[in-house]
């Protein structure tokens, strides 16, 4: 399994599992994702911040701003206990919600 992380492959990772698991044609899968990717951003980054304080936020944006997206994953493991579980726990939400609605009645 890719590491838990807030990389960009481990999330083209996820959105290609889900796309899969709800059944979309391998066509439209790009389009698909580029309506996945910011709503499932915003979700990780809410989740995160609504545990940091603004000095850890302030952080993450610095982080953010110079692309540094190893060292803000580190910096995120340091601050957030059990960061991998926490992490993991986003997607999965993500995903169970996300498929419920493709789910039939």
């Known amino acids: 399994m890719a590491e838990n992380n807030i990389s960009k492959t481990f999330q083209e990772e996820f959105l ?6 709800a059944w979309f044609e391998p066509e439209d899968a790009d389009l698909i994702k580029e309506d996945l990717r910011p709503v499932l951003q ?20 610095k982080y953010f701003e110079q692309e540094k997206y190893s060292e803000l994953t580190e910096f995120l ?7 991998e579980d926490f992490i993991s726990e986003v997607y999965a939400q993500f ?3 996300y498929l419920e609605n493709f789910q039939e009645d």
């Open 16 to 21: 290609d599992e889900l796309i899969k698991k």
């Open 42 to 61: 915003e979700r990780v980054m809410l989740s995160i911040y609504s545990v940091l304080n603004d000095e850890q936020i302030e952080q993450v944006w």
């Open 77 to 83: 493991k340091w601050i957030i206990p059990n960061f």
């Open 95 to 97: 995903e169970d919600e």
